[in-house]
């Protein structure tokens, strides 16, 4: 049997994130508070490229975000395409809780951010300006294959008694078109969770998870009983299926962690490297490496 809770997030960047939130729960602190302060560090990280402050901008020079969270009663709240708040996890968590609805894109997010006192501030930082205008140089867009192991993150964890949760946060691939939103703020795509089966979120390149439906049909296998790491594989296989001739095939890279209710998680990737960050009582917070299909 599994002792709950548990903790799972993507990368090595999970690692600080899970044990923020895991800190959180034991000092009492509701999951949904407690999965977005974890989420909220690597958004304040400047040294985290592929989130929040810090994170790549796009080929205009304007870092964009998306994040979304979602609660074991399926509420979910999300932003995409939101520039200037360094905490885009906590706004979708209010779109959550004080809108009556779902999703909040660019300036009227921006606007919503605003109205619910966060501040606006700049998030391009100098080093990534000047890797921006390198970049610029030859303006070839190909994005890189485990970038700097840390991409999105996402965080799944399921309480004591069982109730899932689960969040998303990005500045999306890097030198992206002005206006790319990826998988990540699409409940379905790179986050779904329904309580009574498990949880399950995606990282890499999102538009072969938003093409599959990727995140919801890793519950839906877990649903016909399949375990985490069983359903993980068999959607990044119908993802490889998917695309194997298709020009994103170069530099595709998804992988997928899942969680079900009962504490059991697992993770798979299309190619090598991927990684994910696990915190429960047993062993503490550690990272695992996924298995995955090529190198
Ligand atoms: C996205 N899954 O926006 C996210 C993260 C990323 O290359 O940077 N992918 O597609």
């Known amino acids: 049997k599994v002792k709950k809770p548990v903790v799972i997030s993507t990368w090595n960047h999970g690692l600080p994130a899970n044990e923020e939130t895991w800190k959180q729960i034991k000092t009492g602190k509701k999951a949904l508070d407690a999965l977005e302060a974890g989420l909220r560090i690597p958004e304040a990280d400047p040294k985290v490229r592929s989130v929040g402050y810090g994170g790549y901008p796009d080929r205009e020079g304007k870092v964009t975000l998306d994040a979304c969270i979602m609660d074991h009663n399926s509420n979910c709240g999300s932003v995409s395409f939101l520039e200037g708040i360094m905490h885009p996890i906590s706004v979708a968590k209010r779109v959550l809780e004080n809108t009556p609805h779902v999703m909040l894109s660019g300036s009227g997010a921006l606007q919503f951010a605003l109205s619910e006192g966060f501040k606006e501030e700049n998030l391009l930082t100098p080093e990534a300006?000047?890797?921006?205008?390198?970049?610029?140089?030859?303006?070839?867009?190909?994005?890189?294959?485990?970038?700097?192991?840390?991409?999105?993150?996402?965080?799944?964890?399921?309480?004591?008694?069982?109730?899932?949760?689960?969040?998303?946060?990005?500045?999306?691939?890097?030198?992206?078109?002005?206006?790319?939103?990826?998988?990540?703020?699409?409940?379905?795509?790179?986050?779904?969770?329904?309580?009574?089966?498990?949880?399950?979120?995606?990282?890499?390149?999102?538009?072969?998870?938003?093409?599959?439906?990727?995140?919801?049909?890793?519950?839906?296998?877990?649903?016909?009983?399949?375990?985490?790491?069983?359903?993980?594989?068999?959607?990044?296989?119908?993802?490889?299926?998917?695309?194997?001739?298709?020009?994103?095939?170069?530099?595709?890279?998804?992988?997928?962690?899942?969680?079900?209710?009962?504490?059991?998680?697992?993770?798979?990737?299309?190619?090598?490297?991927?990684?994910?960050?696990?915190?429960?009582?047993?062993?503490?917070?550690?990272?695992?490496?996924?298995?995955?299909?090529?190198?």
């Open 129 to 295: 300006e000047k890797d921006w205008k390198k970049w610029l140089e030859e303006s070839k867009y190909k994005p890189v294959i485990n970038f700097e192991n840390h991409d999105t993150i996402s965080m799944l964890m399921v309480d004591e008694d069982g109730n899932l949760a689960g969040g998303c946060t990005t500045s999306g691939a890097a030198w992206k078109m002005y206006g790319r939103v990826g998988d990540s703020p699409i409940i379905g795509a790179g986050l779904f969770l329904d309580n009574e089966v498990g949880a399950a979120a995606a990282t890499g390149l999102g538009e072969a998870v938003i093409r599959t439906a990727g995140s919801a049909m890793v519950v839906e296998l877990m649903r016909q009983g399949k375990s985490p790491y069983e359903a993980c594989k068999e959607i990044t296989e119908r993802i490889y299926e998917k695309h194997k001739n298709h020009r994103d095939m170069e530099y595709l890279q998804v992988g997928f962690i899942a969680l079900n209710n009962k504490g059991e998680h697992g993770a798979y990737s299309l190619r090598s490297g991927f990684n994910y960050a696990i915190c429960d009582d047993e062993k503490g917070n550690r990272m695992e490496d996924a298995k995955f299909k090529m190198t």
